[in-house]
């Protein structure tokens, strides 16, 4: 684990295995909840699809069929 990584999930990789998966599972959901605002930003001021996708790295229909509905 780098640095940047251990400072991102507050663990220095010696805490209690358990703590830091929870620790994990946290920042997981809190990079979901950024993310899916930044698409809706992205799409409400006019960028397509194919150029989200692109920023994602991923295709054009995953992007759709994971944040279509916003």
């Known amino acids: 684990m780098n640095d940047t990584t251990r400072t991102a999930v507050g663990g220095t990789g010696d805490d209690e295995p358990l703590a830091e998966l929870r620790?994990?599972?946290a920042v997981r959901q809190e990079i979901a909840r950024l993310e899916e605002a930044q698409v809706r930003r992205a799409?409400?001021?006019?960028?397509s699809w194919v150029s989200i996708a692109s920023a994602l790295g991923v295709s054009k229909?995953?992007?759709h069929k994971?944040?279509?509905?916003?």
Not at 66 to 70: D, P, V
């Open 66 to 70: 994971k944040y279509g509905r916003i």
């Open 61 to 63: 229909q995953a992007a």
């Open 23 to 25: 620790r994990l599972q």
């Open 43 to 47: 799409r409400l001021r006019g960028h």
